[in-house]
Nanobody, 115 residues
Framework: QVQLVESGGGLVQPGGSLKLSCVVS????????ISWHRQAPGKERDFVAS???????DYGDSVQGRFIISRNNLANTVYLQMNNLKPEDTAVYYC?????????WGQGTQVTVSS
């Protein structure tokens, strides 16, 4: 079973930046896409960004223009560069790998945006 390990979370002030990493235990081209989702306390898990096998990227409306998803194919790692962070970006960020509708998830990394 594939393993996904997120890292890079932490505490940052509003307007700051963080870069999350997701290391996948298999070749990332085995999957349709690698995605980032987030879940704030008391809220549902929301889509943040994805990169598919062809390199196409998609973003949630609330992060468009501020977050950038990218990958290192040789390292089987996907990144999420988060810029101009806002308090409402505070959440646990999860990495996922999917084949059609079958998703595998990492354990998540906490991001807190606060002054």
């Amino acid at each position: 079973q594939v393993q996904l390990v997120e890292s890079g979370g932490g505490l940052v002030q509003p307007g700051g930046s963080l870069k999350l990493s997701c290391v996948v235990s298999e070749n990332i081209f085995n999957f349709n896409a690698i995605s980032w989702h987030r879940q704030a306390p008391g809220k549902e898990r929301d889509f943040v960004a994805s990169i598919n096998v062809g390199g196409r990227t998609d973003y949630g409306d609330s992060v468009q223009g501020r977050f950038i998803i990218s990958r290192n194919n040789l390292a089987n790692t996907v990144y999420l560069q988060m810029n101009n962070l806002k308090p409402e970006d505070t959440a646990v960020y999860y990495c996922s790998a999917n084949i059609l509708s079958r998703y595998s998830w990492g354990q998540g990394t906490q991001v807190t945006v606060s002054s």
